[in-house]
């Protein structure tokens, strides 16, 4: 599953490994579980949904996007 990430200053979706996703989270919400937090996002981003930590929003990477990048 790839992840997509993008900061509300931002206005472009990065695709993001799962080292920086964990960074980013712990960045966010400090020392509060961010690996429990990384498997609630995986698991809510499954039927398409937007979710934001903080100021970060994650979201699963679309079809049409993994093929324009290839």
């Known amino acids: 599953m790839n992840i997509q990430t993008q900061y509300n200053y931002e206005k472009t979706w990065t695709t ?10 712990e960045e966010e919400i400090g ?7 990384l498997t609630y996002v995986k698991e809510a981003i499954k039927d398409g949904k937007i979710i934001t930590v903080g100021s970060c ?6 079809e049409e996007s993994q093929n324009v990048s290839k």
């Open 16 to 25: 993001t490994n799962e080292v920086d996703l964990l960074r980013m989270i």
């Open 31 to 37: 020392d509060a579980d961010p690996k429990g937090t």
């Open 57 to 62: 929003r994650f979201r699963i990477q679309k």
